[in-house]
């Protein structure tokens, strides 16, 4: 007795951003006045691994922000996250208010009293900004009120910040993506890290002793509040560098 | 001659973007960490597409657990995913594990467990049981049981036979109960199709020691070769499979067993049972399913050593299942199943 054995099937798959295979070409016409029109064809895969455009048709308006809407993942409407203080297609701002947490030290010496440290302490109201390709900053403000457009930014006081304000990311697992839902996740990933060292060497802070001392002075419970004058003044505003999102040399 | 345009070469047709790079090389590291693969499974040359390679790699190992099924085609799924909870340290990603089987279609078993039946008292019982316990916990399959189960939920109002279908609809007006008697499933057409031990509880099952004793004794080869099939059946070692918790019912069975080729009422309950069922649109179809921590070796290693074990079982089922529906059993009609 004999049979054919029996195929076992497995299948592995993944939701959200997968494998994505070429399925259709737009092609663009541009008159020399300015006016445009754009097809839409599909595509013919090549036995020898090439591909041909097929014959298309007009792409309307509707295909056009149906197309655009995909591409950017964006929902038509929702509800707006309290602490986003900026979202445009390039980048998301957000605010998060001076308060108590844990932050995590690994350097190399004993510049703060051991190798490793961890002590819940306060923090200063920090803007965070993600950028389209990926870029993430930090700046500090003062006091308790949400940030608006005016409102002027000061270098955040922390290890492995640029003095772009450009956070070094180094091996730190960030979300995939920056919305307004994955805002707590950004945070988590800041705060939960390990900083090593300070990227600013001058006046990271203005503290007696540098950073180090400062830090050991939090990290010892010597402030039980942020102590905002520590905090060195960037000379613009939020809005102002939301508009140039100037970076530093190490924003490239 | 007109001619399509091309794209150049340099286009890719297509992409694998970052995010999912990330979670296929996570995943492949849990599955080499979780320690179930070894050399051989791995491809010749490994692409950019982890998930791809992924796949290509638990197909391979799944192969190799389950070699040499003949009747049972078994199918798996791992779906990964951004978990919903947060478990303090930013996102865990999960997997969303399922398995099942295609149908075998329809298979004969009757003729082979009449004839065990008739050669020893309640040894075609103890076959038929065994199998129906092992299926539940792999593979569910379709058997006398079951089908009678699935015409008394469709017809019967739950009960064991039409009476009170019968009671409801038509009261105390003797002419239209038995003209609605005539035109449904009835318990009579169960007893006149199946013998009574493979529709009813009844007795007790033969013990392990009495099969070895008959395996020994037999001089029919097919005998002993089928209480041995049962032996290594019985010996199958898994957990039952909590039903209750899965929303609708269960829908996905790997195949049916009727009893012989005049039984047309097996697939007559089916299809009306299916039927009830589809448009009842509350029904599951996967055996198995679990959400797991897609990073965590630990989860994997016990999922695997959990599914060598399964495989074990449905190696053994699908060669009793083999042994029961080939070749001909005295009264089955040649030629055909």
């Known amino acids: 007795m004999s049979a054919a054995q029996r195929q076992v099937k497995f299948e592995v798959s993944e939701e959200g951003a997968a494998r994505v295979e070429l399925a259709q070409a737009i092609l663009v016409y541009k008159a020399k006045g300015g006016s445009s029109f754009a097809t839409v064809h599909g595509i013919a895969a090549q036995p020898n691994g090439g591909a041909t455009i097929l014959p298309g048709w007009p792409m309307t308006a509707f295909a056009v922000a149906r197309l655009a809407r995909t591409l950017t993942k964006r929902r038509q409407g929702g ?87 450009q956070i070094c990311v180094g091996n730190v697992d960030l979300p995939e993506r920056a919305t307004a839902a994955k805002l707590e996740e950004w945070n988590n990933a800041f705060f939960d890290s390990w900083f090593t060292h300070p990227n600013v060497h001058q006046d990271l802070v203005h503290y007696r002793g540098g950073p180090y001392k400062f830090w050991r002075a939090m990290l010892d419970g010597k402030h039980a509040s942020f102590p905002e004058k520590v905090l060195v003044d960037l000379g613009c505003t939020l809005g102002k560098v939301m508009e140039h999102k100037e970076g530093g040399k190490h924003d490239d | 001659m007109f001619q399509l345009p091309t794209l150049d070469s340099s286009i890719p047709c297509e992409l694998v973007p970052q995010a999912s790079r990330r979670r296929g090389a996570l995943f492949a590291r849990t599955l080499l960490r979780a320690g179930a693969f070894d050399a051989s499974l791995m491809p010749a040359r490994i692409g950019s597409d982890h998930i791809k390679t992924c796949q290509e790699v638990l197909g391979r190992w799944m192969a190799r657990e389950l070699s040499g099924l003949r009747i049972l085609s078994p199918q798996f799924s791992m779906r990964l995913r951004d978990a919903d909870e947060r478990d303090g340290r930013g996102m865990r990603p999960a997997c969303v594990i399922e398995w099942g089987g295609q149908s075998f279609g329809v298979r004969c078993v009757g003729p082979a467990l009449e004839h065990l039946e008739k050669r020893r008292a309640k040894l075609g019982k103890t076959v ?84 070895l004793q008959l395996a020994a004794e037999t001089k029919e080869r097919r005998i002993a070769e089928v209480i041995e099939a049962v032996l290594k059946l019985m010996a199958a070692d898994l957990p039952n499979n909590d039903w209750a918790f899965r929303d609708g ?81 005295p009264g089955m009609k040649r030629g055909r199943r």
């Open chain 2, 249 to 329: 019912r269960f829908v996905g069975f790997s195949g049916v067993l009727a009893w012989n080729t005049n039984d047309e009422l097996t697939l007559r309950v089916l299809d009306d049972y299916e039927q009830m069922i589809g448009e009842s649109g509350d029904y599951f179809e996967s055996c198995g399913e679990d959400t797991v921590d897609a990073n965590d070796p630990a989860v994997f290693r016990e999922w695997f050593a959990y599914m060598r074990r399964w495989c074990d079982a449905v190696r053994a089922l699908d060669d009793l299942i083999w042994k029961l529906t080939e070749g001909d059993w």
């Open chain 1, 79 to 165: 509800f707006i996250a309290d602490k986003v203080l900026y979202q445009d297609t390039g980048a998301v701002a957000w605010w998060v208010p001076p308060a108590q947490r844990r932050i995590w030290f690994r350097c190399g010496g004993d510049e703060l009293g051991a190798v490793e440290r961890s002590e819940v302490v306060s923090h200063p109201g920090l803007v965070f900004c993600v950028t389209a390709s990926r870029k993430w900053y930090v700046w500090a403000v003062k006091g308790s009120a949400r940030p608006a457009e005016d409102t002027p930014l000061f270098r955040a006081p922390y290890f492995n910040v640029w003095e772009s304000g």
């Open chain 2, 128 to 211: 038929l049981e065994a199998l129906e316990h092992v299926a539940w916990r792999t593979l569910p399959i379709y058997t006398p049981n079951i089908v009678m189960e699935c015409a008394s939920d469709t017809y019967w109002y739950g009960e064991l036979d039409e009476e009170s279908a019968l009671e409801e609809n038509c009261g105390d007006d003797a002419e239209q109960r038995e003209e609605m008697r005539k035109s449904m499933v009835t318990r009579a057409m169960f007893d006149a199709v199946f013998p009574s031990w493979a529709i009813g509880g009844g007795t007790k099952p033969l013990g392990r020691r009495t099969l």
